[in-house]
């Protein structure tokens, strides 16, 4: 069984997720505060983490932040908070999803469904050696790193999946929902703006100048294409 992280302060809204959770065949963990819901993913190991935002201590950006610099399991924010500028933080934090509440609890499941079954399948792939490289660029797709003139540049899950996928059709227009629908993968409505936040973090990574960039370029109207 797949074993869920819970951080959620209102006691009634974690019953009802981990109740739906727990129909669907999952182990879950739950945590209201957010200093034990930080100790609780990093000392433990999860298949999956849910975050609330507002939490008492530690908030859910924090808690976010910490994991991301030493775990790349999904992380999902489900938050009252609807501002695009939240949604955009949590994003670049490198949580994979944001769900904003109120929201059906068959949606949560079948998102925590969706981001588990793609993260498994990526690390299954780990074992078939990869080497991708343009230019200054490698990407070893077996141990998920990239290389920038040798220095490796940390990306988080769906960071790394998007350029792999972006490499892999070298000057190609792929729109929003394209790239939405190959990384992100489940069948809901899509917020395209988790891509353009992915899109603005690799820039920053791979980029000398992203403000100007000669990999991943804007084809305005149209959508993005990596130039090789």
Same mark, same amino acid.
């Given at each position: 069984m797949k074993k869920i992280l819970l951080v959620e302060d209102?006691?009634? @809204?974690?019953?009802? &997720?981990r109740d739906y959770l727990e129909i669907h065949q999952f182990l879950v963990d739950v945590e209201h505060s957010g200093d034990l819901g930080l100790q609780m993913a990093l000392e433990n190991d999860y298949d999956l983490i849910i975050l609330d935002i507002m939490l008492p201590g530690v908030n859910g950006f924090d808690i976010c932040k910490q994991v991301r610099q030493v775990k790349n399991i999904p992380i999902l924010f489900v938050s009252a908070k609807k501002e695009d500028i939240d949604k955009i933080r949590g994003l670049g934090l490198g949580a994979d999803d944001y769900i904003t509440k109120p929201f059906s609890p068959s949606e949560l499941v079948a998102r925590v469904k969706a981001h @588990?079954?793609?993260?498994?399948?990526l690390a299954g792939n780990q074992t078939k050696s990869n080497m991708i490289k343009v230019k200054e660029i490698t990407i070893d797709k077996s141990a998920r790193k990239v290389y920038l003139n040798g220095e490796e540049?940390?990306?988080?899950t769906k960071e790394f999946d998007l350029?792999?996928?972006?490499?892999?059709?070298?000057n190609q227009v792929l729109n929003?929902? &394209?790239?939405?629908?190959?990384i992100w993968g489940y069948e809901m409505a899509a917020d395209v703006s988790t891509v353009t936040v992915h899109i603005r973090k690799i820039r920053g990574k791979i980029e000398k100048d992203p403000a100007h960039p000669k990999y991943l370029e804007t084809v305005w109207g149209a959508g993005y294409r990596f130039n090789v």
């Open positions: 209102e006691v009634s @809204i974690a019953e009802l &997720q @588990i079954d793609r993260y498994e399948r540049t940390s990306f988080t350029l792999v996928f972006l490499v892999n059709h070298p929003k929902e &394209q790239l939405y629908e190959h």
